[in-house]
């Protein structure tokens, strides 16, 4: 009975390095969309005390002095980057869970009774170093929340092959008592308080307690985390992932938006944008929701979040019908006399695109029902062509600030990496 | 010269092999699942991509590998799955740059460029010398 878990190493950071041999060994840093705050940082950089999630502004002067290499995000590459580590495990193991873009779960049962599975993972971890250049990390454990224990243990340990694996029954002790409790995974932190005043600090003693009494004291939930710590499955590797529950698209604004011939082109695109994904999920919306907010760092001007939802009666993925909502949605939460700093839409209750419920009255603003049409849309905007829709803002996605991306070395002919 | 021909290019195939090129972006490979149903086109992919996951393009600059028949700009297929052996051409990462040239291993391991106006590099004691992958093919556009 095992499972693994692969983690990409400071993923973005890595990445990155892939290209730009000058930076062996430089710390690097990556910035969310914006360039607002800290996402990634390489190991040098958390040497330096850099922290997760910091904003820019504050480190700025001091990483960049000490001789830091800073990045806007270049979510392009890391997706094909991270297309490319699946693609490798997919290869290799017969049951693959993509969790996140730099983590997957592995299903090893069938591989266990024909290799030593700590040497499979590394083995596995010097195949995709050398076929991608992208580090990772791997734990190997009988239960999925035992995975992330051996692979926090990577780190307390400093394994040098940075595989480790906890099978036995002493292993798992051993891993379990240094793991404080809130380093389980689903244990937050409001969980975590209450577990601390129950003088349970470390996930043996989280796991020492019967199961039972966990489900009537708490929930089932973390009924599920302690018998999954107590070495019993209860989360299997999940290959085909369920469709997506909602589509955001939001963005913080380089520079403030006062007015609303400003903001609707911005929120215009949103919506395009967002249908867009919808419709590239093969799903239909009834929900369309939008939201803005002024910024919580300016506290000395006037604050302001406004957020509207709009039903629709028949599901749609028609841009025109999604824009008309937005419009609905966004003209009575816009104030004048603030500084908007962020806006963004959510299309939320789903229903497949090919299912149809009719309304037993007639719908007021029926959907336009040709789907032809945006399909036609699409396909003229995957080539250089754009088609905009009126309201949109056809000059920038939206006043964006973001300017020390690195090139799509592996997606654009344009951008190839150089070779002298 | 003696040419073969290999066969034809379908003309209402043309965008599907050329077309996500240009469009989709690289992807450097990936073997699309609909690649498989289609039959008789050559797909330029497959001809020069064996390994899509391992496998990075990247753009030649200057003339050092001209007797190697890679001119400036051509677009390197750099497979990082296949180990060089002595004269593979490689792309490789020295002085924190890459560079692409013919790995020699003997006499004495250096990088040599095919073109007798560029010297050969050597590797010094406290250099760092990496190979990124192993060059199989070139594409130059006239």
């Given at each position: 009975?095992a499972?693994?878990?692969v983690d990409c190493?400071?993923?973005?950071?890595?990445?990155?390095r892939i290209f730009?041999?000058d930076l062996?060994?430089?710390?690097i840093?990556?910035?969310?969309?914006?360039?607002?705050?800290?996402i990634?940082r390489?190991?040098?950089?958390k040497r330096?005390?850099i922290?997760m999630?910091?904003?820019w502004?504050?480190v700025?002067?001091?990483f960049l002095?000490?001789?830091?290499?800073?990045?806007?995000s270049?979510f392009?590459?890391?997706?094909d980057?991270?297309?490319?580590v699946m693609n490798?495990?997919e290869?290799f193991?017969?049951?693959?869970e993509?969790y996140?873009?730099?983590e997957?779960?592995?299903?090893?049962d069938s591989l266990e009774?024909?290799?030593?599975?700590?040497?499979?993972?590394?083995?596995?971890r010097s195949l995709?170093r050398?076929?991608?250049?992208v580090p990772?990390r791997?734990?190997?454990a009988?239960t999925?929340t035992l995975?992330k224990i051996?692979?926090?243990?990577v780190?307390r340990?400093?394994?040098p092959?940075?595989?480790?694996?906890?099978?036995?029954?002493?292993?798992i002790?051993?891993?379990?008592?240094n793991t404080?409790?809130?380093?389980?995974w689903?244990?937050g932190r409001?969980l975590?308080?209450h577990?601390?005043k129950?003088?349970?600090?470390?996930a043996?003693q989280l796991a020492e307690i019967?199961?039972?009494h966990?489900r009537?004291?708490?929930?089932v939930?973390l009924?599920r985390?302690?018998?999954?710590?107590?070495g019993q499955?209860?989360?299997?590797i999940?290959d085909n992932?369920?469709?997506?529950k909602?589509i955001?698209?939001s963005?913080?604004?380089g520079?403030?938006?006062?007015?609303?011939?400003?903001l609707r082109?911005?929120?215009s695109n949103f919506?395009v944008?967002?249908?867009?994904?919808?419709r590239?999920?093969?799903?239909?919306?009834s929900?369309v929701?939008?939201?803005?907010?002024?910024?919580?760092?300016?506290d000395?001007?006037?604050?302001?979040?406004g957020y509207?939802?709009i039903?629709?009666?028949t599901?749609t993925?028609?841009?025109?019908d999604?824009?008309?909502?937005a419009?609905?949605?966004?003209l009575?939460i816009?104030?004048?006399g603030?500084d908007?700093a962020k806006?963004?839409?959510?299309l939320?209750?789903?229903?497949n695109e090919?299912?149809?419920?009719?309304s037993?009255f007639?719908?007021?603003?029926?959907?336009?029902?040709n789907s032809?049409?945006m399909?036609?849309?699409?396909?003229?905007n995957?080539?250089e062509?754009?088609?905009y829709?009126a309201?949109q803002n056809t000059?920038?996605?939206?006043?964006?600030k973001q300017?020390?991306?690195?090139?799509?070395?592996?997606t654009?002919?344009?951008?190839?990496?150089?070779?002298? | 010269?003696k040419v073969?021909y290999i066969g034809?290019?379908?003309?209402e195939?043309l965008?599907a092999?050329?077309?996500?090129?240009?469009?989709?972006s690289?992807?450097?490979?990936f073997?699309?699942?609909?690649?498989d149903?289609?039959?008789?086109?050559i797909?330029?992919n497959k001809h020069?991509i064996k390994?899509?996951a391992?496998?990075?393009?990247?753009?030649?600059?200057?003339q050092s590998?001209?007797?190697s028949?890679i001119?400036?700009?051509?677009?390197l297929v750099v497979?990082?799955?296949?180990k060089?052996?002595?004269?593979?051409?490689v792309?490789?990462s020295i002085?924190?740059e890459?560079?692409?040239k013919?790995?020699k291993l003997k006499?004495?391991?250096?990088?040599?460029p095919?073109?007798?106006?560029y010297p050969?590099?050597f590797i010094?004691?406290?250099?760092e010398?990496?190979i990124v992958g192993t060059?199989?093919?070139?594409i130059?556009?006239?």
């Open positions: 009975m499972l693994a878990l190493e400071s993923f973005y950071a890595s990445c990155e730009r041999p062996k060994n430089i710390p840093v990556v910035l969310s969309n914006n360039d607002g705050c800290v990634a390489s190991t040098e950089a330096m005390g922290g999630g910091v904003p502004f504050k700025k002067k001091d002095s000490q001789g830091g290499e800073v990045f806007s270049n392009t590459f890391y997706g980057m991270s297309a490319r490798i495990l290869g193991v017969p049951e693959v993509v996140s873009i730099d997957a779960f592995l299903g090893l009774e024909h290799y030593n599975l700590y040497d499979f993972g590394c083995h596995m995709i050398r076929w991608t250049g990772v791997i734990g190997i009988p999925k995975t051996a692979l926090n243990e780190k340990l400093n394994v092959t940075k595989v480790h694996q906890i099978s036995t029954r002493q292993e002790r051993e891993a379990l008592i404080p409790v809130n380093e389980v689903g244990v409001r975590t308080e577990l601390n129950a003088k349970i600090t470390n043996l019967d199961p039972q966990i009537r004291k708490f929930n939930v009924e985390t302690v018998r999954e710590l107590r499955r209860c989360l299997n999940e992932i369920s469709a997506k909602q955001v698209v963005r913080s604004f520079a403030r938006v006062t007015d609303l011939k400003t082109p911005i929120v919506a944008r967002a249908t867009e994904k919808l590239h999920e093969k799903q239909k919306c929900q929701s939008v939201f803005v907010r002024t910024s919580p760092f300016s000395h001007k006037p604050q302001h979040r509207k939802t039903e629709l009666f599901p993925n028609d841009t025109r999604i824009l008309m909502a419009k609905q949605a966004l009575p816009f104030r004048s603030y908007y806006a963004g839409i959510l939320s209750r789903f229903t090919t299912t149809k419920q009719y037993l007639k719908d007021p603003n029926e959907p336009k029902e032809k049409f399909e036609y849309i699409d396909q003229l995957n080539y062509t754009q088609i829709f309201s000059r920038s996605w939206s006043p964006m300017n020390m991306t690195s090139p799509k070395y592996t654009s002919w344009y951008e190839l990496p150089i070779a002298k | 010269m073969n034809k290019i379908s003309e195939n965008p092999i050329f077309v996500p090129y240009f469009l989709e690289v992807h450097a490979g073997p699309s699942p609909a690649s149903y289609i039959e008789s086109p797909d330029l020069l390994n899509g391992a496998t990075f393009l990247v753009r030649a600059q200057g590998m001209l007797g028949g001119t400036d700009q051509a677009v497979d990082r799955s296949i060089p052996t002595h004269n593979s051409i792309v490789a002085d924190g890459f560079v692409c013919r790995l006499p004495k391991m250096c990088l040599m095919d073109n007798p106006d050969p590099i010094n004691h406290g250099q010398l990496e060059v199989t093919a070139a130059n556009k006239f």
